[in-house]
């Protein structure tokens, strides 16, 4: 049995927010913005009445229309994210609860890896499918990061690349073996962690005199107090820190590494592939991919310009967009490949 993706869908916040639009909170220009990222504006939802569950649930009834089934059809779910709407529970049983799939019968999984999760959690997929335990996967990839970043000039270096949506596609078996998913691979090296990371609130410690200059403050003796902190508010630490340079040089290896790997596998060749679709962290990154592989411009989509990065959700997206636009057609070979906080990094190579 193989695996293909049956539907994809998309959904993105109306508002639209300008690199001119976030001088009013920080020190930026939007040249400097458009130079580095290639971002000329982002998304944004609506606080209080949007999360990362209700865009989700909005993608999610696309794509399932899309693979021409009913929600009651579903019997797996798998939602990526890392801008959740709550600590636990994870966002799939709020999605299951939003599309109103109440039966007991079907498992939500939540995925959380970061830029690679929507690759992490289809591969999840793929391999239910093929081993024949699920007949229509819920694939999500959703993020609602306007929320949790530094709006000032301290944490201008991350808060102008990220912008907040979510992607959906149905994973379904095939008995055609031509088609659908032909490989996926997945790696992860935890020697960076630390270095594209949101470490606050959490669980770590900071119980101890020499973790006060890593983490910003030692635990209280009263234990429970340790979790959120006045300091950790006080020294912006509950904000997301990158390294962004560490980030870029190994993302570039990493994304060609396992672009290459899936290839191989396939006993296929870069000139092969119809459309890539990588994980949109940055245009420069997604460029450089592109020279150095010695792809043209009709075999990459890119649409970080519009929605800047979106984590989890940005393969879906472009995929659904693509999709859309009729740039994936019937019988193209699609690679899908991110690399991500972890550091953690995958590809798909699928034959549509
Ligand atoms: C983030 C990134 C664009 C920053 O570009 P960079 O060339 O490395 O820039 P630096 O961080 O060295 O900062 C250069 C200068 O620009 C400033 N700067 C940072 N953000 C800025 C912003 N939004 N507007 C204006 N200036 C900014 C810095 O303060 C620094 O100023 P200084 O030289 O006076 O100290 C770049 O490192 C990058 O693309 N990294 C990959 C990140 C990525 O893709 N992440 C996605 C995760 S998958």
């Avoid at 580095?36 to 609506?46: H, L, P, V």
């Avoid at 599309?99 to 007991?104: A, D, P, R, V």
């Avoid at 191989?264 to 990588?278: G, S, V």
Wanted: charged content about 20%; aromatic content about 10%; proline content about 3%.
């Amino acid at each position: 049995m193989n695996s293909k993706i049956a539907g994809v869908g998309y959904y993105v916040p109306e508002k639209i927010v300008t690199n001119n639009d976030l001088k009013q909170y920080m020190d930026t220009t939007d040249e400097w913005i458009q130079e580095r990222t290639g971002i000329r504006e982002r998304r944004y939802a609506e606080k209080h009445k949007e999360t990362a569950t209700t865009m989700a649930t909005e993608a999610a009834i696309k794509a399932i229309d899309n693979a021409g089934i009913s929600k009651e059809d579903i019997d797996f779910i798998i939602f990526a994210t890392i801008s959740p709407d709550y600590y636990f529970p994870g966002c799939g049983v709020l999605l299951q609860r939003e599309l109103g799939i109440t039966k007991s019968t079907i498992g939500a999984l939540d995925v959380r890896n970061q830029c690679s999760g929507f690759v992490y959690a289809l591969s999840v997929a793929d391999k239910f499918v093929k081993t024949g335990t699920y007949k229509n996967i819920l694939v999500v990839g959703s993020e609602m990061h306007s929320m949790g970043l530094d709006y000032s000039t301290r944490g201008r270096g991350v808060s102008v690349i990220f912008g907040d949506g979510a992607g959906a596609v149905i994973v379904q078996p095939t008995e055609d073996e031509s088609k659908g998913i032909l490989t996926t691979h997945l790696h992860s090296d935890g020697t960076f962690a630390e270095e594209l990371a949101l470490i606050n609130p959490g669980c770590h410690g900071g119980y101890h005199d020499e973790d006060k200059e890593k983490y910003g403050f030692v635990s209280p003796e009263i234990p429970g107090e340790i979790f959120v902190t006045q300091a950790m508010i006080d020294n912006h630490l509950l904000y997301p820190y990158m390294n962004g340079q560490l980030v870029f040089k190994n993302a570039i290896v990493r994304f060609k590494e396992v672009i290459m790997e899936a290839l191989e596998t396939a006993q296929l060749k870069p000139e092969d592939l119809d459309m890539f679709i990588p994980h949109q962290a940055n245009l420069r990154i997604s460029q450089y991919i592109q020279k150095t592989m010695g792809l043209s411009d009709d075999q990459v989509y890119n649409n970080i310009q519009k929605y800047g990065n979106t984590t989890a959700a940005s393969i879906p997206i472009a995929l659904a967009e693509a999709c859309g636009e009729g740039k994936v057609k019937e019988g193209d070979l699609v690679c899908l490949a991110a690399f991500g906080s972890g550091f953690t990094w995958g590809s798909a190579l699928i034959r549509w």
